[in-house]
């Protein structure tokens, strides 16, 4: 399994809009196991959750969404697809899907790329609540980066605020946000647990549709 996505940059006035014109999601996935629309100020990301031989589907949907979104476009703005830097799934099931957005300084993909893949993967990723109970897990991860916008891609079962606490006690995170830094288009203070909880707050965008194949 993958996951892709594309990135179309809207009237930033537009976004509730937006929201409502592609809220009701492709007609037809296709194929693909699901997808999820993200918006956030003048840019919404479509992420695909999809095998690796389904690329059609996604052009698919994506000029459908181009079409419905051509009325609030920014010039410029046609889906565009992101460079896939990052995908690792743990589990291949039905997950939650969030998306978290990230100002970076263009043509640094693959610096970003190897910042991430010196992070040492955990075999389970556990979530867990504020007492330290076991609340669920971490399905499988994307990173993608397109001129000045990398989207982080996280699938889980469980909940977001606990996925937000999971990744603020990251082992190795404040070395990775150092590698990252000099990468960065935006302040990030995140020197601290509590800093980190509210940059992700601020980093997630708004998730406006999920569309997921039925299970047989």
């Keep these: 399994m993958a996951l892709s996505a594309t990135v179309h940059r809207i009237r930033p ?14 007609a037809d996935l296709g194929g693909l196991s699901g997808t999820g629309l993200f918006v956030q100020e003048d ?15 996604v052009e698919l949907i994506g000029r459908e969404d181009e079409k419905r979104l051509a009325p609030y476009l920014r010039e ?5 697809p992101m460079v896939r830097v990052q995908s690792r799934f743990i589990e291949d099931r039905p997950a939650g899907l969030a998306a978290l ?18 992070v040492q993967a955990e075999a389970r990723p556990t979530l867990r609540g504020d007492k330290g109970q076991e609340t669920g897990v971490i399905i499988g991860v994307g990173l993608f980066v397109k001129d000045d916008n990398m989207i982080r891609v996280v699938m889980f079962d469980g909940e977001l605020d606990d996925v937000a606490r999971y990744m603020s006690k990251r082992g190795g995170r404040p070395e990775m946000e150092k590698k990252l830094a000099p990468y960065m288009a935006e302040t990030r203070h995140v020197e601290t647990p509590e800093q980190f909880l509210e940059q992700f707050k601020a980093n997630t965008m708004r998730c406006a549709h999920r569309s997921r194949r039925a299970e047989p």
């Excluded at 990230?102 to 893949?117: D, L, Q, S, T």
């Design 13 to 26: 006035e537009a976004a509730e809009e937006v929201a409502e014109v592609l809220g009701e999601g492709p």
């Design 43 to 57: 840019t919404v990301v479509r992420v695909f959750h999809h095998g690796e031989g389904d690329g059609g589907a």
């Design 76 to 80: 410029g703005g046609a889906p565009v």
């Design 101 to 118: 957005r990230y100002k970076v300084k263009p043509g640094y993909e693959k610096e970003i790329g190897e910042v991430f893949a010196q």
